[in-house]
Structures are given as structure tokens and as C-alpha cells.
């Protein structure tokens, strides 16, 4: 995704300007290429030399340099930029932004950019959420600039809070997904996912269901979209908005989901089963509600339902076919063989009994398994990260099939 990239890296001054070093060195890895623009007082806590030596480019410093390598290097700079990003970001310089100062080679340059802005505030938390910061930052994001939220924890003056300077490999993945984003690198692809939980009725009031709120797929669905895909969302019922820009098709039971599921499934480049779905159904569904009676139990006799992945796996041809796996135990084991019977080409699987994960968290821990035995695990994070980084790893797929 960032291969070919070229990128302004601004560098401003902070304690976290050791992680810009990381940085730059992690996407000169990934094909982009890196120029840097260091404020007078980033030059505090490191040369210019080492950020010269990772990057392979000269850096530039000051509007008044003799040996300037091009003519007037502010402009060259914000033109040669496909995106431009200040990390660490002070409030000095988001203020500065904020206001359209240019008094150094840095704001300048950022006043004529026409690449778009990213920007990752770090700074102690008493200026980041002091109201004069978050009123520059809410006038940038007005003006389109992309904020890294800042990580939140021990910062280097010895307080707690929000304003670390997120880890260099997230603040490549969060570049990499706003290009993806940009670029829409799922234009073109039809993607349909399922969310949410299917609910088999009893009688015209009751169901046997389950705690999936649709989080997780929805979220899955608007990533793609966002990403210029072609999205169908499959769901079940789910208390959430639908996202923007998908075509949705509401379902209520298992049946109708085989059926919404099938129909499309030949037209599909990608289908992504994040829904939890009902693997039986009651036998006998009443016309009316079943009164109580004088026993002290009822019993439902429960018939099995299609597996609609299993089908779709059977079937499958072109598509690449990823589904979810959620556990209580023996995550891994039962996930490896989830993904060989169903014939996947992977499947993330969630220990839904861990707190941060599963039903109706917003947060997911998961793993991706592959039907080679490999794994990939992911930390922590908000199911929207879990939906880009799945989609980044279907497309890894895709272009390898
Ligand atoms: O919706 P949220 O509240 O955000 O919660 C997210 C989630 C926990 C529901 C999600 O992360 C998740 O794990 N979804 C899969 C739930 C599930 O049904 O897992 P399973 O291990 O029972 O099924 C394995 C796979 O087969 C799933 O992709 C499922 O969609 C599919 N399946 C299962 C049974 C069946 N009859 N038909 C199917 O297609």
C-alpha cells in the first residue's frame, strides 16, 4: 500500500521524537519514501543526521539554508508529498496549524501543502486535553486534517493519561489504511458480509437468539465500504445504525440468511461471516403464544440448521471465504478445525469469555488462522482496527490466489 508513497515526515518537538526515528525506518520498509522536516527544537532531542541516515534524504531545517536541495524548498517539499505527516505533533504546532502561522521551514511547509494531513499529537495530558488544544485540533479536523488519537498511559513527565505518541508500526498502519482508505484499494470488489445474531422463533413472541449486537460486522462493512468496495451486509436483527454506503438486507432467521447468502454468492469476490448464527431452530414454531401451563417445564425440541458457511465453502470457486470463529475453549483447536471443514481461506477466531472480546464488546481480541496451520495474533483493539486489519489481510490474500 505505501509502496512508491512519498512521504513528508514533519518532526516537531517532543520526547517522542526517538519513535519518529522508528518510523521512518518502518516505512522506508514498506517502498515509501521518506523526506523529513525537522523544527529548531526536534533538533534538541535528535540530529538531523540520524533521521538523514534512515531516511536516505537529506533533512530539511530552516527556510535560510545555503545548500537548500531545491529552489524554494518549502514549496518543492509540500508538492513532492502524497501525504504529509507531523508526528510528533506539539500543541505548538497544531496551534500553529490551527491558525495559519508559518514562521519556520516546518509551518510553512504545511501551510502550502496540498497533499492531505496527518497528524499524531503527543504532549503531556493536562495540553492535550486542555480546551485551546482540542479547539485547534477540532478546527483542523474541520479543515480535513486526519488526527492519530493519542495513545493513552505513563508519558514521559511522569503523569498518566492520553498524549503518548501511539507505537511507530501503529502509526504505519493507521497511514496505511488512510491511503487504502484514499485510494479505495476494494474498488471494484463486490464483499458481502453477515452480522449480527439470527434468531429462530418459538412462537409469534418468543425466539431462541444469541448476545451478538452486530459490532463486529457492521464494522467489517463499513471499512470495505469506506475503502470503495461493494458491500452487501447481510444481518440479523441489531439495535446499530446501518453503515453508509452498503446494501443491506435484513434478515431475521438462519434460513433466510442460507438464502440472502446464496443468492448473491456467485456475484462475490469476498465474503466475510462475522454473524453468530443459530445452529438449531425449534422443531414446532406455535401460531400463538404458548400459554403457561400447570407444568413446571417446557421442552422445545430443537432441529438442526444448515450450516450456511459449510454450504458456501462446498461451493465455493473464485471467492475468498473467511469466517469467525467464536469460543469458549480450546480456542486455537477448534478454530484450526472450523477453518479445514468449512473449507476457508481463513477464519478469525475470538474467545468471546475474555473480557474486551466477543458479544457486544467494542473491543476484540482475535487471531487469524489459515488453513496452512499458520496464526497471526492481534492485541486489543477497538473492532474498527480488527475490520481494517481483516481487510488488509484479505486483500494480502486475494492478490496471492
Ligand atoms: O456482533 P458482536 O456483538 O460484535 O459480536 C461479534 C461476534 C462475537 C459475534 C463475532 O466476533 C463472532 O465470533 N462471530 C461468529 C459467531 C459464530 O457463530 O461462531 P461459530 O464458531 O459458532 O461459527 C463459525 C462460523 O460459521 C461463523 O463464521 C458463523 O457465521 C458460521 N456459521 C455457524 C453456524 C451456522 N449454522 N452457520 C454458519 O454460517
Known amino acids: ?51 538523514k541516515e534512515i531516511s536516505g534524504n537529506k533533512v530539511a531545517v530552516s527556510m535560510w539554508e545555503s545548500n537548500q536541495e531545491f529552489n524554494v524548498e518549502h514549496i518543492a517539499l509540500a508538492n513532492w508529498a502524497d501525504v504529509f505527516v507531523v508526528a510528533p505533533a506539539t500543541a505548538n504546532i497544531l496551534a500553529k496549524m490551527a491558525c495559519g502561522i508559518a514562521d519556520d521551514l516546518l ?25 485551546a488544544t482540542q ?9 480535513g486534517v486526519t488526527v492519530m488519537p493519542p495513545a493513552v498511559g505513563m508519558l514521559a513527565c511522569g503523569t498518566a493519561g492520553a498524549g503518548r505518541l501511539p507505537e511507530p508500526q501503529q502509526i504505519v498502519d493507521f497511514i496505511k489504511n ?5 485510494e479505495g484499494d476494494m474498488r471494484g470488489l463486490k464483499v458481502l458480509v453477515t452480522a449480527a445474531g439470527t434468531r429462530e422463533p418459538i412462537d409469534p413472541v418468543r425466539f431462541v437468539g444469541n448476545r451478538s449486537s452486530g459490532k463486529m460486522g457492521y464494522a467489517i462493512a463499513q471499512a470495505a465500504a469506506e475503502r470503495g468496495a461493494d458491500v452487501l451486509l447481510v444481518t440479523g436483527p441489531s439495535a446499530l445504525p446501518l453503515p453508509p454506503n452498503v446494501q443491506a438486507c435484513k434478515v ?15 456475484s462475490v469476490d469476498i465474503v466475510i461471516k462475522a454473524a453468530a448464527v443459530a ?31 459449510k454450504e458456501l465453502g462446498m461451493r465455493k470457486k473464485h471467492q475468498i471465504l473467511v469466517g469467525f470463529a467464536a469460543e469458549t475453549q480450546n480456542l486455537l483447536e477448534n478454530a484450526r478445525e472450523k477453518v479445514v471443514k468449512k473449507n476457508l481461506d481463513m477464519i478469525v477466531a475470538n ?24 496464526v497471526s495474533s492481534l492485541e486489543q483493539m477497538p473492532k474498527t482496527a480488527v475490520a481494517e486489519k481483516l481487510l488488509d489481510t484479505v486483500m494480502q490474500l486475494k492478490s496471492s490466489k
Open 107 to 131: 509551518s510553512t511547509t504545511l501551510l502550502a501543502a496540498q497533499a492531505p494531513i496527518i497528524v499524531c499529537p503527543a504532549m503531556n495530558t493536562g495540553m492535550y486535553e486542555n480546551p
Open 279 to 309: 445452529d438449531y431452530r425449534p422443531h414446532d414454531v406455535a401460531d400463538q403464544k404458548i400459554k403457561k401451563k400447570t407444568d413446571d417445564a417446557l421442552t422445545v425440541v430443537m432441529d438442526k440448521n444448515p450450516d450456511i458457511l
Open 351 to 374: 474467545d468471546v469469555t475474555a473480557a474486551g472480546a466477543g458479544f457486544n464488546a467494542e473491543t476484540n481480541i482475535v487471531k487469524f488462522l489459515f488453513p496452512d496451520g499458520s
Open 178 to 182: 488512510f491511503v487504502a482508505k484514499r
Open 135 to 143: 479547539e485547534n485540533i477540532a478546527r483542523l479536523q474541520q479543515r
Open 252 to 266: 431475521e432467521t438462519t434460513a433466510e440468511m442460507l438464502k440472502s447468502c446464496l443468492d448473491a454468492y456467485d
Open 1 to 51: 500500500m505505501l509502496k512508491g508513497k512519498k512521504i513528508v515526515l514533519g518532526v516537531t518537538g517532543g520526547i517522542a521524537v526517538y519513535k519518529a526515528v522508528d518510523l521512518v525506518s518502518r516505512l522506508r520498509k514498506q517502498g515509501a519514501e521518506v523526506r523529513v522536516v525537522m523544527t529548531e527544537h526536534a533538533q534538541e532531542f535528535v540530529t538531523p543526521l540520524t533521521f
